[in-house]
């Protein structure tokens, strides 16, 4: 059975690159470990409360890329008699620590801290190390952002799908979170500099404490949405419509299956997907061809969809058998 005209039915979540994410979590770890500590230094000499904002997101941005690191190395243990289904999963378990990380280390204290500021003032130091602090800051956050962006389009440009639907669907969390959170670091890099400048020319702390309650809700929205996504995948994600459609297609078209009466599909991991189907065989099929046409089924779709890692197939009368040895209808 041939694809819809212009319809691309590829699971876009899939990603097979479990070593490139971990180098590209490794880059943005080792940048932020030493963003941190000069933003840090810099924020206390020239105390300004939006460069200790900063240092606090770069910390947090640390603590989220140990997580993530151990989110890969956990998640990619194989298969055993206790978890028959893999490790996959837990990788959205860390990973959604990571984005509680960046919620409680970035986000709270930012707000907490532009709060203060607004409310008790500050006393502007020389912000000259903090300028030369941001611009060595926003070099490295670009080439850790570069490098968790070439590894996304890359991914998307396997799939061939567009990459802003990769990136929105992708269930690799931890490149996800890398590029959002270098994202959201360039631009907290640009909020500091303007909070600073601001107080440098008016000699007022109000531009500071503004920027720092600025970068905080920037860190906000960034935990909201990879908390969302790694909730989402915990819960239980299915393939996209599209893929799911082409499956049923795929069923139905092998020999001795008339018809596919329940389809469910699972998300477990960037390279990793289940599927299992309730199928109405002929009534005429014998034992073996049953099992053949399972064979040839589960054959057809890891050939078209390379994620599908487990394939179960239940053999389940149709709602004619069912009606003629009266039994009730499935719901």
Sequence with gaps: MAHPPGQDTRPAPADTGGGASTFTVIVAALANLGIAVAKAVAGLI??????????????ADTVTEVLLLTALKRSGKPADEDHPL???PERYIWA????VATFVGGAVFSLYDGVRTLVRGEDLGDPLVSFLVLAVAFLLEGFSLRTGLRQARGAAARLRVPFRRYFRRTPDTAVKAVVMEDSAALVGLLLA?????????????????VAS??????LLYVAWVLGRSNAELLIGRPLPRAARERIRALLVDVEHIEAVLELTTLVQGPDAALVAAKV????????????????????????????????YLDPTPGFAQRRAEGLRPRP
């Design 46 to 59: 020239s105390g300004s409360s939006a460069m200790l904002s900063e240092a606090a997101h770069s910390v």
């Design 96 to 99: 959604l620590l990571a984005a």
């Design 193 to 209: 500099a303007g909070g600073l400048l601001g107080g440098r020319l008016t000699g007022s702390g109000v531009y500071d404490g």
């Design 213 to 218: 309650l600025c970068i905080g809700a920037l």
């Design 280 to 311: 109405d065989f002929r009534d005429v099929s014998s034992a073996a061809q049953i099992e053949w046409a399972c064979e040839r089924a589960e054959q057809r779709l890891r050939e078209e969809f390379p994620v599908i890692t487990r394939v």
């Design 86 to 88: 893999g490790y996959g």
